[in-house]
């Protein structure tokens, strides 16, 4: 029973190696078979679908290129940390819980009830 068990095991991996070295030698026949005319052609079809810098930018993808390189990044933080102080004041100023219930309202998880 033992030498039936091992059998297909090595002729598993037998096949396995076969179709390894047979989809490898495809792949490499596929890269040779493509001319040069038609990588030309397949670069200029992604070209075309390639989105306009506008529509990165409005995408947040493509940020604005007028400062100099080197001031890019200190921008961006710059910018991200106004941000950051804006949302602060904006929550410091939200009244607290105990001002929401002298005005009779209070939140609860369900949705707003009044008191």
Known sequence: MADTATAPIASNKEHTDAIDTDTSATA???VQQISPLE???SLEKA???RPDPKELKDRN???DS???PSIQQQKQKLEHAMVA???KKGLSQRPEKDELKE???T???GGISQV
């Open 28 to 30: 490499k026949d596929d």
């Open 39 to 41: 990588r030309r052609n």
């Open 47 to 49: 070209l075309s679908r």
């Open 61 to 63: 993808i493509l940020h």
């Open 66 to 68: 007028s400062a100099m």
């Open 85 to 87: 102080d804006n949302l």
């Open 103 to 105: 005005r009779m309202v």
């Open 107 to 109: 939140l609860l998880v």
